[in-house]
């Protein structure tokens, strides 16, 4: 692995600038950088991701302070929150200034933004002082990026640079919050919970869903963070089931994700993966894995569901959308 160097730093702001694109770690995933003032950038973006233009693109910043140019209004509660979690795993959704381009927000009065904490995405960011749009750096619905192999295997070439940073620590995107009406809204879990959220703000938030909402923000898609093999997801009772009819239906080889051993044996001709136990580990290491499964030409990746805890809110919904129904 090849450290990132401060010359590194300025040779990816200076293509940013010129309107290219950096591919860049932060703590959740990596992100495709572009200059969110430039509408070529930001066209480049969706058109490389392949990702329809009217889903929203996050903003990322060095600090709490860019943000003037951004946002129409910084609510006295986002403002906590981005004192309690900034920089971390994040996102806000407030109402956008006049002057942001409507390219970056597919269309729409409110602008995602979040400050990520990896000390490589903090250096770019600082260098280039400004905001970069940045969603994750895959074709659209497909398995996020955790590191840079998985980045040139997403998107080769077309990017400018990439710029290492390691494994990422948290694995999963970015928690999102609607912070522009009068009542916050949870839209999308990540490492930052709904019961963080509501101890920093002393109340309780709503949770919406697609259809539930009238925002468009990334991940809200129903097929989402998915490997190009067809995958399940089964309880453990259900899993137990279909293992034991595994060699009766001759379904093979299968890949199994599981969270305990089996009680039941496998034939050589299937894979079982044994994931960890707690949930901060488990998520750093599900899209490799669902990324290393799906190099392997598996019929299928069955994949033991996880607890119904807030702790695996976050996994059980990139899990959820991942067995989503493909078009």
Not at 27 to 39: F, H, P
Not at 293 to 303: E, P, Q, S, Y
Not at 304 to 321: C, N, S, Y
């Amino acid at each position: 692995m090849t450290k990132t160097t401060s010359a590194d730093i300025k040779k990816a702001s200076a293509i940013l600038r010129e309107g290219g694109l950096v591919a860049f770690p932060t703590e959740t995933v990596y992100g495709l950088g572009g200059d969110a003032r430039n509408v070529l950038a930001v066209k480049n973006i969706f058109d490389i991701k392949s990702r329809p233009y009217n889903h929203p693109l996050i903003i990322h910043f060095a600090n709490l302070s860019q943000l003037d140019e951004w946002v129409l209004d910084l609510p006295r509660r986002a403002l906590q929150l981005a004192k309690a979690f900034w920089p971390g795993p994040l996102t806000l959704i407030l109402k956008k200034a006049p002057g942001v381009i409507p390219e970056v927000t597919g269309g729409q009065t409110t602008i995602g933004v979040r400050v990520p904490s990896h000390p490589v995405a903090q250096a770019l960011l600082t260098e280039f002082a400004s905001g970069i749009a940045a969603p994750s750096a895959n074709r659209f619905t497909r398995i996020s990026a955790t590191t840079t192999e998985a980045v040139f295997e997403e998107l080769g070439e077309r990017v400018n640079l990439i710029l290492e940073g390691g494994r990422c620590d948290v694995g999963v995107e970015s928690t999102i919050l609607d912070m522009s009406e009068e009542s916050p809204t949870f839209l999308r879990p990540g490492a930052i919970t709904k019961s963080m959220i509501e101890s920093v703000l002393g109340e309780k938030i709503s949770m919406s869903s697609p259809a539930g909402t009238t925002v468009r923000t990334s991940g809200m898609h129903a097929l989402h963070y998915a490997p190009t093999t067809e995958t399940v997801m089964l309880t453990r009772d259900r899993l137990l089931d279909y293992v034991d009819g595994l060699e009766v239906k001759a379904e093979a080889p299968i890949a199994l994700m599981t969270r305990s051993l089996l009680r039941s044996s496998l034939s050589a001709l299937h894979c079982q993966i044994a994931m960890p136990q707690d949930a901060p580990t488990y998520a750093r290491l599900l899209y490799q894995t669902m990324r290393e499964l799906d190099r392997r030409g598996f019929k299928k990746i069955v994949i033991e569901a996880v607890p119904e805890e807030m702790a695996w809110d976050a996994i059980r919904d990139r899990l959820t959308k991942a067995c989503g129904v493909r078009s």
